[in-house]
């Protein structure tokens, strides 16, 4: 930042969410009322799409500030000072909203994880048949596939994300796992599924593949 009074502002806020004791205790209660203006600010816009409303937002807010003020203490030294700190602040709780809300409505409305919707799956491969039985073959196949091709994890991890749009970590937190792995065994399910339903007619071989 080129603004002196800026980068001094910047300073204090490191410094004392740095600091033990009081100090610390100071700038958290100087910092939580300014992240959860914006929690509540995005809890609202984001609360339409999700269908909720009321006590619960005002609950996710509040949850999403704590997560973001115990965030931005383990991570000052990340700060870089190429911004105002309450802004990159404000990344933290923004995430934290997202995350929240996106869990809270799949845990509200109850979806299971491994439920089957074969329904959407021609859309999920961009694949836009002709007509009702090409669809209905093609989601024949892809099923066949997923059965005799995947493990039960990537089974689960696949039904769950791609058919089920499940966001992904809120499956993590169903499996006890993170992000990473879980985007490991989906990449590779994708790959196994693909290679299958090339094998058997029903998607093109990539063009990369057919050069070699």
Request: glycine fraction near 4%; charge should be negative.
């Amino acid at each position: 930042m080129d603004d002196p009074e800026t980068d001094r502002e910047n300073r204090r806020w490191v410094r004392d969410l740095a600091a033990a004791g009081p100090v610390r205790e100071a700038a958290c209660r100087e910092l939580y009322p300014l992240l959860l203006r914006i929690a509540r600010y995005e809890a609202r816009r984001r609360a339409p799409a999700l269908d909720l409303d009321g006590p619960e937002l005002e609950d996710i807010a509040h949850q999403a500030t704590a997560d973001a003020l115990m965030a931005i203490g383990e991570r000052l030294d990340r700060f870089r000072g190429e911004a105002r700190f309450t802004t990159w602040a404000s990344k933290f709780v923004i995430f934290n909203v997202a995350t929240k809300m996106n869990r809270h409505f799949w845990r509200r409305h109850e979806v299971p994880y491994d439920h089957e919707d074969w329904s959407r799956i021609a859309s999920r491969f961009n694949v836009a048949p002709d007509d009702e039985a090409h669809v209905r073959e093609f989601v024949t196949a892809v099923s066949t596939a997923v059965e005799e091709n995947l493990s039960e994890r990537q089974r689960i991890v696949f039904v769950a994300t791609v058919l089920n749009g499940m966001p992904m970590d809120v499956l993590a937190d169903e499996l006890g796992s993170t992000h990473n792995a879980l985007y490991k065994v989906l990449f590779d399910a994708r790959k196994k599924l693909r290679a299958a339903l090339v094998a058997s007619g029903y998607l093109p071989e990539a063009p990369e593949a057919r050069s070699t």
